[in-house]
């Protein structure tokens, strides 16, 4: 069946990197997701990488993708309190459905 | 561009009563929108596809008489709660896929309240 996990917490310092990981099981998922979602919050699409690149960088974020592994990460450089939230990975189904599948959500508590 | 508004953001009702919420894309089209269900400190939950002009597709476990959802325009679907009841109350959230990534962009969320 379909499944996502990861990690459901990460401390990090502020100006640390935070690497938040994601497997997955669906291998003809096209596109991978990270989304953010502050307190009280709907979802806000951070990035996303198509599945037949390796990474793609966007200012702060990295998202590195083990299509191997089916394994997908997200690194935060310079994390900022404002980057505390929780960070839901999720996979789309393939078959033309457009669904996505979430993971539980990675909580980021960054502290001083 | 892939705004999405839902409302109303809050709201609080009365048991018994019926509870409709709006989700709306604001700079594209969406042919298909999706509803979830969140509760506290968990992932969403899919509970429904909605596609424009046809009856949207449930999840398992989802009764599609008490959540009804009307999808009448590429911009705009409804999830109305009929008889609410407390266990009813959580956060919806909807989502209009479509856009820069052709993704699903989602709306703020609504907190629904039974009393």
């Known amino acids: 069946g379909e499944d996502v996990e990861q990690s459901l917490f990460l401390s990090v310092r502020e100006g640390d990197s935070s690497v938040i990981n994601c497997t997955y099981t669906?291998?003809?998922?096209?596109?991978l997701y990270w989304y953010k979602q502050e307190p009280g919050a709907g979802l806000q699409l951070l990035t996303y990488?198509?599945?037949?690149?390796d990474m793609k960088q966007d200012q702060r974020l990295t998202v590195l993708l083990n299509k191997k592994d089916k394994h997908l990460s997200l690194r935060i450089a310079d994390t900022q309190t404002g980057d505390s939230a929780i960070y839901f990975c999720?996979?789309?189904?393939?078959?033309?459905?457009?669904?996505?599948?979430f993971g539980a959500g990675t909580r980021l508590a960054v502290h001083p | 561009g892939a705004v999405v508004s839902q409302h109303p953001s809050r709201v609080i009702c009365k048991s018994g009563t019926s509870v409709k919420i709006e989700c709306r894309s604001l700079?594209?089209?969406?042919?298909?929108m999706f509803w979830y269900r969140q509760f506290p400190k968990k992932s969403l939950m899919l509970m429904a596809t909605?596609?424009?002009?046809?009856?949207?597709?449930?999840e398992q476990g989802v009764e599609k008489d008490k959540f009804l959802i009307n999808h009448a325009s590429l911009t705009l679907s409804t999830l109305t709660v009929t008889s609410a009841h407390p266990e009813d109350s959580s956060f919806y959230i909807c989502?209009?896929?479509?856009?820069?990534?052709?993704?699903?962009?989602f709306g703020p969320g609504t907190r629904l309240l039974v009393l």
């Open positions: 989502s209009a896929h479509g856009g820069p990534g052709e993704t699903q962009y």
């Open positions: 700079d594209f089209q969406a042919t298909t």
């Open positions: 909605s596609n424009e002009g046809s009856k949207a597709t449930y």
């Open positions: 999720a996979e789309i189904l393939s078959g033309g459905y457009n669904k996505l599948i």
């Open positions: 669906d291998s003809s998922s096209t596109y």
């Open positions: 990488i198509f599945s037949n690149m």
